[in-house]
Each structure stands twice: as C-alpha cells, then as structure tokens.
C-alpha cells in the first residue's frame, strides 16, 4: 500500500480511502466488519464516512453507517489509533436533519458531539463540511448558468463560513476533532476558509472531497492546481462514476440490488448516451489490457497528478478485493494513452 500525506495536517493517509455510504442500506453490520478487517489487513488507514449515511438518504437510514463504525471501534479499541477517521456534518436541505438549517458554529458542536457518540470514539481524525450553505456547481449543477453566482451574497456566505471556522475551532480546542476539511465546495470556498483561517488563526481546511472520475473529471486542472499549491488534499469520491465504470450498466442493465435499481430516476443524471458510449470504450481497453473495467478507472483516478487518496466502496467483498487492488500496479504508457483518447472525445460526457 502507497500513503500520501493528508495536506498540511502531517497525517500519513493509504491511496485507498474506505467510503463506507452503503453500510446500513446495502450492507449490514456483518458486511461492514468484513470489509474493515480485510481492508485494513492491505495497509488502508484511511476511512470516511458522514453523519448522512447510509445512502440514499433518508430519516430512516440517517447515522446508522455511523454507528455500524460505532460499533465495530467498539469492539476493536485498540485499532483506533491505527485508523484515520473521516466523517462530515450534512449541509442543508433535508430536513431530517437539524429542520434542514444550514451549517452554523453551534450546528458543527452539536454534529460532532453526536457522530462522537455514534463512533463510540473520543475524537475525529477529519470534520468535514458534506458541503456548503450557498448553492454548489456539484451534483449535475455544473453547466453554465446552472448556478447564478452573481446572485450569491459574498458578504453574507463569508461571514457564515467564519462562523462555522469558529465553532470548528472550539471542537479542535476541546480536542474532539484533529483536523477539519471540505466536500463538495469549490475553489472560492477553498481559498475564502483558508484567508478566513489565517486572518483569525482558526483552523485550516486541509482537504476536500469531490467527485471525480474519467466520466466527470471538472475539477482538473483548476480546482486541483490550487489544492496543489494551497497544500489541500484532494480526495476523488464516486471514482467509479456510481458504478458506471464497472460497465454493470451498459445496454440498460440494473443487476438485481446494484444502486441503480433503487435510485429514482431524477437522481440517474449521469444516465447519458454519451456516457454508455465513453463506458463502452473504457471497458474495451480494460479487456485489451488485462484487467477489469473498474481497476482501469480507478488506477487512472490514482496516477492524476495531485491526488491524495481515492474513495472507494463496495458492496460485496470480491468487489472490494478487486478494487484495492487496482493500486497496486501502475498502468502502461500503452493504457494512458488508449484511455486519454477516449477521453479527448468525451471530456464531460454528462
């Protein structure tokens, strides 16, 4: 196993993050053991998950993922240490959780005092922010003119993320969260936290998450060039694009319990011909290369230029198998260069 280090908190993080939405839909407490104990037995140390969780979301599902890790640390006290533990406070919108409020200073004590409980641990290596109060170019909001930043309020959206840095400060002083980061945000919202970090010594974000995969690669090269240089962890979620990359999809295929089958359909925007077209050629090249669909996607996420570490997750344990071990073995410069003319036809597929 490959570690890298965590921006500028000095954690030293696996390639492989362990993302854990499925645990409590999908999987059960069974599962979920399995899968920890086999990934920590390949080196991963790194595993995120989020108040949110399971997915989808809902008011039924809200906090189990949390509490599945609960009990697991519960009954492994001593791997804790050897853990890195990610988890994020929901932003607004639903309103199961805390009526749908957006994030405040108060909102970030009360979130980490109950993953805390839910974790059954003392602390969190990683509080991130699932993402921000002010509409986001992220989840299919991407096109131009999706989002009307100019209707945004600067001045209002700034002094909300400063007190969300103050109430994030109190939890770092009581020393129930290590360091703090960011999911779903953007380059302004990066560089707004770290100005507002530096002129009131608050703590600095230093990560964010987002999605990132050969079928929605939006964030290179800007967002990722500043994280590089802002000593910002970049950790790709969904590098398998929902499991389209795995080509499980293609010729409208829903394998009994796979995520589509459960999704609705306004959530399947990423449903394009121009995707199944873009899946179809990655899957080809795989084959020629000898290796499945899915390592081919994620060990291209692994070898862009400043990633930290990849979110992955499964299902079943084979999966996870095959995934860990994509990072492994580099791709060829033959599979490189097969991939990127692909992907000069489909730079944005959906």
Not at 45 to 56: H, L, W
Not at 286 to 313: E, F, R
Not at 318 to 333: D, G, H, K, V
Request: aromatic share 10%.
């Amino acid at each position: 196993m490959q570690f890298s280090i965590l921006g500028s908190s000095g954690l030293s993080v696996s390639r492989v993050c362990l993302g854990s939405m499925t645990w409590g839909f999908q999987n059960n407490q069974q599962d979920a053991n399995q899968q920890i104990d086999y990934a920590l037995s390949q080196g991963v140390n790194f595993i995120d998950t989020a108040e949110m969780y399971a997915v989808p979301p809902s008011a039924d599902t809200y906090g189990k993922t949390e509490t599945i890790i609960g009990n697991w640390l519960a009954a492994n006290p001593q791997r804790r240490k050897d853990i890195v533990l990610a988890t994020k406070i929901a932003g607004p919108g639903l309103s199961w959780v805390r009526n749908g409020d957006p994030i405040t200073g108060d909102a970030i004590v009360q979130a980490v005092d109950a993953s805390l409980k839910r974790l059954q641990t003392s602390y969190i290596d990683l509080f991130q922010l699932h993402w921000p109060n002010r509409p986001n170019p992220h989840f299919n909001q991407h096109n131009p003119n999706k989002i009307r930043f100019s209707d945004i309020n600067t001045a209002d959206h700034t002094a909300q993320m400063l007190d969300i840095l103050q109430g994030l400060k109190r939890c770092v002083v009581a020393g129930k969260i290590r360091f703090c980061g960011l999911s779903d945000d953007t380059t302004w919202g990066i560089n707004t936290y770290l100005k507002l970090s530096e002129q009131y010594d608050l703590p600095r974000m230093v990560s964010i998450q987002n999605e990132f995969s050969l079928l929605h690669a939006k964030d290179w090269p800007y967002l990722i060039e500043n994280c590089v240089h802002e000593d910002i962890a970049y950790l790709p979620w969904s590098p398998l694009a929902t499991g389209l990359l795995t080509g499980k999809y293609l010729n409208e295929a829903r394998p009994e319990g796979s995520r589509w089958t459960f999704s609705q359909p306004n959530k399947l925007y990423r449903n394009t011909d121009n995707v199944h077209l873009a899946t179809a050629d990655y899957v080809d090249i795989a084959h020629q290369h000898g290796i499945t669909p899915a390592q081919l996607a994620l060990a291209w996420c692994d070898q862009v230029d400043g990633v930290t570490s990849t979110i992955i997750g499964a299902t079943t344990l084979p999966q996870l198998t095959e995934n860990i071990s994509a990072f492994a073995t580099p791709l060829t410069p033959q599979a490189l260069a097969d991939i990127a003319s692909v992907f000069k036809r489909f730079p944005a597929p959906f």
